[in-house]
T-cell receptor, first 113, second 113 residues
Framework: GAGVSQSPSNKVTEKGKDVELRCDPI?????LYWYRQSLGQGLEFLIY????????KSGLPSDRFSAERTGGSVSTLTIQRTQQEDSAVYLC???????????FGAGTRLSVL | GQQLNQSPQSMFIQEGEDVSMNCTSS?????WLWYKQEPGEGPVLLIA?????ELTSNGRLTAQFGITRKDSFLNISASIPSDVGIYFC?????????????FGKGTLLTVNP
């Protein structure tokens, strides 16, 4: 497809389990962002990838959160030992380059029971 | 860190009415963006503003970049039912982390036919 693709669209998991969320950015976009959107809140920056540069991980809320971007394309956000407060919509965005317009995927709605 | 105050939190209006929402920042931004998010979807860019004082329209939408560079507003004229959604402002500052967007908490718009 032409847009940012995220999978799964919904994920229900039990507290303590690990989850992996996937993002396929728009082809050719070098910048990729992950955000978290909690109920009634704005988007909270998590992590930023740009080309081969070291990612900006300053928004990751704890060491249970990690992300990778393989081959400069697909990205995976991993949450280990999930907690109930991790329940949120996780949004991925990509842009042609730094400071360009960000295009968002539809998100993954994570529910931790 | 940078903070954005977006108001109002929610609006319930009749079809045909005009709508106004705004964002104020604790610090100067170089870019203001307005996004709309519909249920189950990611945010979609409506208008981008790059210059203090800039006034830009997109159909029935008009947005302005405040002269102080610390505020922006979005107006929707003659609202229609499909305007329903959450509207987010986002700003980008200067400096080393100028790829990051700071988002407001959103304005939930409901339009009564």
């Amino acid at each position: 497809g032409a847009g940012v693709s995220q999978s799964p669209s919904n994920k229900v998991t039990e507290k303590g389990k690990d989850v992996e969320l996937r993002c396929d950015p728009i082809s050719g976009h070098t910048a990729l962002y992950w955000y978290r959107q909690s109920l009634g809140q704005g988007l909270e920056f998590l992590i930023y990838f740009q080309g081969n540069s070291a990612p900006d991980k300053s928004g990751l809320p704890s060491d249970r959160f990690s992300a990778e971007r393989t081959g400069g394309s697909v990205s995976t956000l991993t949450i280990q030992r999930t907690q109930q407060e991790d329940s949120a919509v996780y949004l991925c965005a990509s842009s042609p380059g730094t400071r360009d317009i960000q295009y968002f995927g539809a998100g993954t709605r994570l529910s931790v029971l | 860190g940078q903070q954005l105050n977006q108001s109002p939190q929610s609006m319930f209006i009749q079809e045909g009415e005009d709508v106004s929402m705004n964002c104020t920042s604790s610090s100067i931004f170089n870019t203001w963006l307005w996004y709309k998010q519909e249920p189950g979807e990611g945010p979609v860019l409506l208008i981008a503003l790059y210059k203090a004082g800039e006034l830009t329209s997109n159909g029935r939408l008009t947005a302005q970049f405040g002269i102080t560079r610390k505020d922006s507003f979005l107006n929707i004229s003659a609202s229609i039912p499909s305007d329903v959604g959450i509207y987010f402002c986002a700003g980008r500052g200067s400096g080393g982390s100028n790829y990051k967007l700071t988002f407001g908490k959103g304005t939930l718009l409901t339009v009564n036919p």
